[in-house]
């Protein structure tokens, strides 16, 4: 069984839901508490053990690539002040030279082109692909818990939750095979169905380990549900040939793609950090 090594981070997309801000800023660089949404997918994945990661970029995203160079006048500014602290942790945050890969994506036609374009990134490797707006709050991160189901089926898995079956509609959803308890063996995967038709409530969210073979379904380029490349549907197609297995994920989501679950991040966030907690309790009760 090949490691994983490599990493898709797709944020070519256009962030619509948070237009105004989007406009200029890449979503993909909104912070929670002090940090970028994107830094957070790079830190669980190096925690998993990546080395390689692929942006796959498009207008207007520059500054993800530009967030992870060497700010050297930056640096230079704050030994001379004496900050050595924040030098030191921006210096402990720094990524191996060589490991950032970008990609561009041209136009948005959808979460599966967008992983097809790394089609040469990924070459024969299983890859991980983490979606930076969901952000995860998980003791071991969400990325490690699926390489390690990963290296114990030997082949694909995806991170999935129960959702509430009236907001099926808005995931890929899980035909189930045979429920293991952490690990759902699956024999099918559904793109936003209509509640009357969704096989289940188990839902995949966007954490992924893939095996490369899913490049020859996407290169297809078969439109799906709102007339998009979908990744589900590519991973449907997988099924039959490989082991696919959900894996229940043990910490919390926060899908900060949607406004409500971005605000909710940025309390949850603050309240985990030792600097943020105490005013947070403070002024938090002031909102009842
Ligand atoms: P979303 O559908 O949540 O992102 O895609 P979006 O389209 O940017 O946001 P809205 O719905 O208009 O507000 C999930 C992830 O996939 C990337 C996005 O950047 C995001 O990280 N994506 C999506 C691409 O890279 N390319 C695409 O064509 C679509």
């Not at 790079?42 to 498009?58: L, S």
């Not at 030098?87 to 030279?97: E, F, I, N």
């Given at each position: 069984?090949?490691?994983?090594?490599?990493?898709?981070?797709?944020?070519?997309?256009?962030?619509?839901?948070?237009?105004?801000?989007?406009?200029?800023?890449?979503?993909?660089?909104?912070?929670?508490?002090?940090?970028?949404?994107?830094?957070?997918?790079?830190?669980?994945?190096?925690?998993?053990?990546?080395?390689?990661?692929?942006?796959?970029?498009?207008?207007?995203?520059?500054?993800?690539?530009?967030?992870?160079?060497?700010?050297?006048?930056?640096?230079?500014?704050?030994?001379?002040?004496?900050?050595?602290?924040?030098?030191?942790?921006?210096?402990?945050?720094?990524?191996?030279?060589?490991?950032?890969?970008?990609?561009?994506?041209?136009?948005?036609?959808?979460?599966?082109?967008?992983?097809?374009?790394?089609?040469?990134?990924?070459?024969?490797?299983?890859?991980?692909?983490?979606?930076p707006d969901d952000l995860m709050l998980c003791e071991t991160p969400c990325t490690q818990q699926l390489a390690e189901a990963y290296y114990e089926t030997g082949g694909n898995v995806v991170a999935i939750e129960e959702v509430p079956m009236e907001r099926v509609k808005n995931y890929g959803v899980l035909d189930i095979a045979e429920d293991k308890g952490k690990l759902v063996s699956v024999k099918g995967l559904v793109e936003k169905p209509p509640v009357e038709y969704a096989p289940s409530n188990l839902t995949v969210i966007g954490r992924y380990v893939l095996m490369p073979q899913v490049i020859e379904y996407l290169a297809r380029m078969e439109r799906g549900a709102g007339g998009e490349v979908q990744l589900t549907d590519a991973m449907a197609k997988l099924i039959p040939h490989q082991p696919f297995h959900g894996v229940r994920y043990e910490g919390r989501r926060f899908d900060c793609g949607d406004k409500a679950g971005y605000l909710e991040a940025q309390i949850a966030f603050a309240l985990k950090r030792a600097d943020m907690a105490p005013a947070v309790r403070e002024f938090l009760p002031k909102y009842r």
């Open positions: 069984m090949k490691p994983l090594k490599k990493a898709v981070l797709p944020v070519a997309g256009l962030g619509t839901r948070f237009l105004p801000t989007t406009k200029a800023l890449a979503k993909e660089m909104l912070p929670v508490v002090d940090k970028p949404l994107i830094q957070y997918a790079v830190e669980e994945a190096r925690a998993a053990g990546i080395e390689q990661f692929c942006f796959i970029t498009g207008r207007g995203k520059t500054a993800i690539v530009e967030h992870f160079d060497v700010a050297y006048e930056l640096e230079r500014t704050l030994e001379e002040r004496g900050k050595h602290d924040v030098l030191a942790s921006l210096r402990s945050q720094a990524l191996p030279p060589g490991s950032i890969n970008t990609v561009r994506q041209q136009v948005p036609m959808g979460l599966g082109h967008a992983i097809w374009c790394a089609r040469a990134f990924i070459g024969e490797d299983p890859f991980a692909i983490l979606l």
